[in-house]
């Protein structure tokens, strides 16, 4: 029920940082977990990170562990994704996500954004 934009996406090379932020409007935010996917063309859509509600709790695909960080400000309606170290092969449409089921049901996520672009060249 609650709607999600993202932004923040770009172009960046190989080894840059980039920040996704992800605003939500029509619910208080804090009555939702949150997560990032992301879809590269022709791929499925894939599971990046979770956080739980309070964010004390958060899960990372194995992909992007040690590089990739979740957070989030119930206070603004925000969630975060800064990523770091990135590769060309973290090229994708980045999606914010809100489920409220458990941070860690992946397939309990049911409201989406409509994307941002990240691309990482070589």
Same mark, same amino acid.
Do not use: H
């Given at each position: 029920?609650?709607?999600?934009?993202?932004?923040?996406?770009?172009?960046?090379? &190989?080894?840059? !940082?980039? $920040?996704?932020? *992800?605003? &939500?409007?029509? $619910?208080?935010?804090?009555?939702?977990? #949150?997560?990032?996917? %992301? @879809?590269?063309?022709?791929?499925? $859509?894939?599971?990046? &990170?979770?956080?739980? %509600? !309070?964010?004390?709790? /958060?899960?990372?695909? +194995?992909?992007?562990?040690? $590089?990739?960080?979740?957070? %989030?400000?119930?206070?603004?309606? #925000?969630?975060?994704? @800064? #990523?770091?170290?990135?590769?060309?092969? =973290?090229?994708?449409?980045?999606? *914010?996500? /809100?489920?409220? +089921?458990?941070? =860690?049901?992946?397939?309990?996520? &049911? =409201?989406?954004? @409509?994307?941002? @672009?990240?691309?990482? !060249?070589?």
């Amino acid at each position: 029920q609650v709607q999600l934009v993202e932004s923040g996406g770009g172009l960046v090379q &190989a080894g840059g !940082s980039l $920040r996704l932020s *992800c605003v &939500a409007s029509g $619910r208080t935010l804090s009555g939702y977990a #949150m997560g990032w996917f %992301r @879809q590269a063309s022709e791929k499925e $859509r894939e599971f990046v &990170a979770t956080i739980s %509600r !309070s964010g004390n709790s /958060a899960n990372y695909a +194995d992909s992007v562990k040690g $590089r990739f960080t979740i957070s %989030r400000d119930n206070a603004k309606n #925000m969630v975060y994704l @800064q #990523m770091n170290s990135l590769k060309p092969e =973290d090229t994708a449409v980045y999606y *914010c996500a /809100a489920t409220k +089921d458990t941070y =860690d049901y992946a397939t309990g996520y &049911a =409201d989406w954004g @409509q994307g941002t @672009q990240v691309t990482v !060249s070589s």
